[in-house]
């Protein structure tokens, strides 16, 4: 299953989107979440913890696709609080 047409469904065209969110994980410089549609797999929104310099604090971005800020919501909550918790960034 691929995340190229929902990307392009939230507006990221970039091809090396994917590529670049797994950069981001090897080199601890911003970690990414899917959210998705849990029957089908279907990619509805993106959240990320981005480091911000050298200590403890952490900056929370993510988009929808249209008409799913709800779930984008809802996993921006367990995402800051798996980012305080088991990595122990803090947030503005």
């Known amino acids: 299953m691929s995340d190229r047409p929902a990307l392009a469904l939230a507006g990221v065209t970039d091809p090396d989107h994917v590529r670049a969110c797994e950069r981001g994980w090897d080199e601890e410089t911003r970690f990414t979440w899917a959210v998705c549609e849990p029957t089908t797999g279907e990619m509805l929104a993106e959240v990320a913890i981005e480091p911000q310099g050298t200590g403890n604090a952490a900056r929370l971005t993510g988009f929808a696709r249209d008409g799913y800020d709800e779930p984008l919501a809802a ?17 503005d």
């Open 75 to 91: 996993a921006r909550i367990v995402v800051q609080r798996f980012g305080e918790g088991a990595l122990g960034y803090t947030f």
